[in-house]
């Protein structure tokens, strides 16, 4: 088995070391437009071997894991290059712009579009981590675009790596991870914001600041070069999501000025039962990094 990844970071990366141990005996080659994180890739184990397009005509997998920008020029590049067997998927966080980018193409039968519901805050190939799929969802859009042999294909190489698969139109996909991942993200960057500001005229700030601050402030380390990308094609629903945060922290803000501590007590309360919610969604992410050969 021949699989290609185009991306070799957090996700390409621990997409190719899952396939490989199910898999021993498949080649995983990798493209990556930066050389150091290709020649770390082969010497951390996770691709086998550098590739270039020239080789996706006899590839049986293309993994395309790069920015999400990036996806929309790559990805017809990609399908004109492969041959007529390959399945071709792309894992990025934003789903509207990935598949008008590739509608009219005649190759779009050979495409899955995907949203693995994993991740953590780190980038590159030393970011890559075996099991980091096990357990979590796999967003498809549009499946009934793909030819049946080749969503067969794919879908058992998803659920070979441990994933549950949802099925969702691109447009529901964009507006839902507006709220759980992107609203997140802007969230955990302006707390970071607003502490290294105070930081600045109180140096002393950091040493008070608890695991509670730490797993808030977490997303605010993730790469600027990935997200700006993402804020950028899902504009929209992330107004429209600020706007709802902005009002809700205005009102806390309202009702703490007012003294009004029943309302602050259940409004508190009421968000309790995120903890049922959240209850068995999803196993924590494995930690730690490549298991080196
Ligand atoms: P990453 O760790 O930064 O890996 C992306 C890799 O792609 C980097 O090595 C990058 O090199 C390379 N790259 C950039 N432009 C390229 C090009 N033109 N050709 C070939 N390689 C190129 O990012 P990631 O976290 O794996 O994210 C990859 C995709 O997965 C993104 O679309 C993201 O939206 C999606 N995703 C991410 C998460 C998450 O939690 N991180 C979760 C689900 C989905 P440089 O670093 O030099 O640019």
Redesign the pocket.
Known sequence: MKVHV?????????MVLDIKSLHPDATIYG????ES?LTEAIALGVVDKAATFDDLAVADFVIV????D??LT?LPKVLDAIGDNTIVF?????KMPICEAVANHPRRRNFIAT???????????S?AIKGLFQGKTNIICEVEKTTFKLQEKALDLFKSIGMRIRYMDPKSHDKHIAYVSHLSHISSFMLGKTVIDKEKVEQDIFDMAGSGFESTVRLAK??P??WTP?FKQNKKQVVKTLGEYISNLSHFKELLENDDYDAIFNEMQSVNKIKEILNGISPPTPKGGVEKK
Do not use: K
Request: hydrophobic share 40%.
């Open positions: 185009i991306g070799i970071g957090l996700i390409g990366g621990s493209i990556d437009n930066n994180h894991s790069v920015p999400v990036v996806a790559l792309e894992v990025g966080s934003t949203h693995p519901i994993a991740g953590t805050e780190f980038s590159g190939p970011a993730s790469s070069a990935m993402i």
